[in-house]
């Protein structure tokens, strides 16, 4: 606060305006002097003015206050560093789980329960796989074509099996604006009953076969169950494949093979290996006479289904009368797939290859392969550092790299900060390796430190990138490997399912034996029945004790 200090001199009064500071414990005073003998008015004026000047000069304490919030400044992000990370253990599955897609930047919440936005960390992951399975699609024949988000209530209805599989995950748009609309109009689940009436017009002889066709879309499924991100989310990104063939044959060989490319993506793109099988009778798709699967086992103990592959066979061809003309001059309903993998994809990668230090993501959809670090004191070694790292970065411009050159953080601060959001590859460059002509090279999977020659630089990061993709894979398949078991009773499935292994059992083909399997077992569902079957003689279902139709994968899954 300010006040008016008068003294008087003789007959004379000498105006200061004052204001007192606290300088510890001593109280130190700053004056401005106004004038001697002042009329009221004039006071009033000059007091105004002095205030202002008080008020806006910087006070030692203020100077002293700011030297110690840049203190504090650097003070913190030394603190962060130790903060910036995961507070949750991988063990504590979900908790961890969301922790990291936040913290890493790869999803940002939103009002809505089970949506979420896909952050470009995350969207270039998405289009890295996009990319690598439509030139596969594409250079198998098949079109990309873009159909409507809106289905009429009719159409939906039209295959029993399948609505019933999806209404109670079906939004609906009833009104525009105020006004009712005639006809309720579902938001995509699947686009099956949207696209198969333009099917109906387009084939007519068997020369328009076979028909192939996918699209790159967003779907709602009003998903009642406790929203996982990516894993269980209510609006998802996906492709779906429609196809349409003259015989049966035709189509399921489309769909192993489409299988097959399923698989390749998880392991070209995620490092992830899958177990490729057949779902059964009460676990396939709705409105499917076979579903093919690729299913993966998640460090969360459960189970989860990659991409799947349907064979529809003519159950929608016969409700939509999707008819052609054969050679022989009669008139046939055509055999149908459907097929797809969403961004379901990138929950599982992160699950998978992730640690409690941060995002583990393979080099090959990373957005940053590699992350350059100047280290500096002086202003005249940032020069040349930070020529040196442009230096680096134009060497390896086939690949994906940046540099890190803030100075509002330590290079401590930027280790952890680049490791939480998982860039596999780190170079450092300091004085020192200025002077031998190397940078230091750290990678994200071991933490492991090693100097690299710079002209070597560019071999150095290819098979670096390439060792990770592969120790990625490797130490995935390896833990499939340690939690797959194989038991003949329900006592032992039982017990390892606790123990959150997943269980190859024999069972007959029964629904009811399925849902005693459920039943008992605590919620472990049938995963699939695997490609590769080991030998069946003699083996009885784990339930019913009579002959076993099949060995099948189960376990707990999402
Ligand atoms: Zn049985």
């Known amino acids: 606060m300010t006040y008016t200090e008068i003294k008087e001199r003789g007959n004379k009064k000498y105006y200061y305006r004052a204001k007192s500071i606290r300088k510890g414990k001593k109280i130190k005073k700053q004056r401005i002097y106004l004038g001697v003998n002042l009329s009221k008015q004039n006071l009033g004026e000059l007091e105004k003015k002095a205030d202002e ?22 003070q913190e992000s030394k603190e962060q560093e130790s903060q910036l990370g995961i507070t949750a253990e991988k063990d504590e599955f979900s908790d961890w789980f969301v922790q990291l897609l936040q913290k890493s930047e790869l999803i ?27 030139k596969k699609i594409k250079q198998d024949g098949v079109k990309n074509a873009y159909f409507p988000l809106l289905i009429p209530e009719s159409n939906l209805i039209k295959e029993k099996e399948h609505v019933q599989g999806f209404s109670p995950e079906v939004a609906w748009v009833t009104h525009a604006g105020d006004t009712k609309l005639s006809e309720k109009l579902a ?75 399923y698989a390749d993506v998880y392991k070209e793109m995620y490092a992830i290996p ?27 103990g459960k189970a989860v289904q990659g991409a799947t592959s349907h064979n529809l066979g003519q159950n929608f061809s016969k409700v939509f009368n999707i008819k052609f003309l054969d050679k022989d001059k009669k008139e046939k309903f055509v055999w149908q797939n459907s097929w797809g993998i969403s961004t379901r994809s990138i929950g599982i990668a992160v699950m998978t290859h992730s640690d409690n230090k941060g995002l583990v ?47 509002e953080y330590t290079p401590g601060f930027k280790f952890n900060e680049w490791e939480l959001k998982g860039i596999p590859i780190r170079l450092e460059l300091g004085p020192k390796d200025l002077e031998k002509n190397q940078v230091v090279m750290v990678d ?6 090693r100097s690299v020659k710079i002209s070597k630089i560019k071999q150095e990061i290819k098979k670096e990138i390439e060792r990770q993709q592969s120790e990625l894979y490797k130490r995935a398949e390896k833990f499939l490997q340690d939690n797959i078991c194989k038991v ?19 069972m007959c083909k ?16 049938t995963l699939n029945i695997p490609f590769e079957q080991p030998d069946l003689k003699g083996k009885k279902c784990v339930n019913c004790g009579k002959q076993a139709d099949y060995w099948v994968y189960v376990g707990k899954s999402y």
Not at 384 to 395: A, D, G, S, T, V
Not at 510 to 525: I, N, P, Q, R
Request: with cysteine.
């Open 274 to 300: 899958v177990i490729k099988g057949v779902k059964t009778e009460k676990e396939k798709f709705a409105g499917a006479d076979r579903t093919l699967t690729t299913e993966i086992f998640l460090p969360s």
């Open 444 to 449: 994200r999977l071991d933490n492991k430190k």
């Open 361 to 407: 993501i393979s080099p090959k959809i990373s957005d940053i392969q590699a992350i350059i670090i100047p280290i500096f004191k002086t202003q005249e070694e940032k020069k040349q550092i930070i020529k040196k790292c442009q230096e680096i970065k134009n060497k390896l411009n086939d690949f994906r790299i940046e540099i890190d050159d803030r100075e």
């Open 187 to 261: 938001i995509r689940p699947t686009s099956e009953t949207i696209m198969y009436p333009s099917y109906a017009k387009w084939i007519r002889s068997w020369r328009d076969l076979p028909l192939r066709l996918n699209q790159w879309v967003n779907v709602l499924r009003w998903e009642f169950k406790n929203p996982v991100p990516f894993i269980r989310s209510r609006e998802f990104l996906w492709q779906e494949g429609h196809t349409a063939f003259a015989t049966k044959n035709q189509a399921e060989q489309e769909a192993e093979k489409i299988l097959d490319f």
């Open 53 to 74: 000047k008080l008020l806006n000069k910087k006070t030692e304490k203020q100077i002293k206050e700011k030297h110690k919030e840049t203190k504090k400044q650097l």
């Open 108 to 134: 940002e919440y939103t009002k809505v329960s089970g949506s979420y936005v896909i952050r470009p960390k995350a969207y270039f992951i998405w289009e890295k796989v996009k990319d690598y399975f439509d």
């Open 488 to 506: 003949e009773n329900m006592t032992d499935l039982k017990s390892k399912i606790k123990e959150r292994k997943i269980v190859l059992v024999p």
């Open 510 to 525: 029964k629904v009811k034996c399925e849902d005693w399997v459920k039943g008992k077992s605590g919620g472990a569902k």
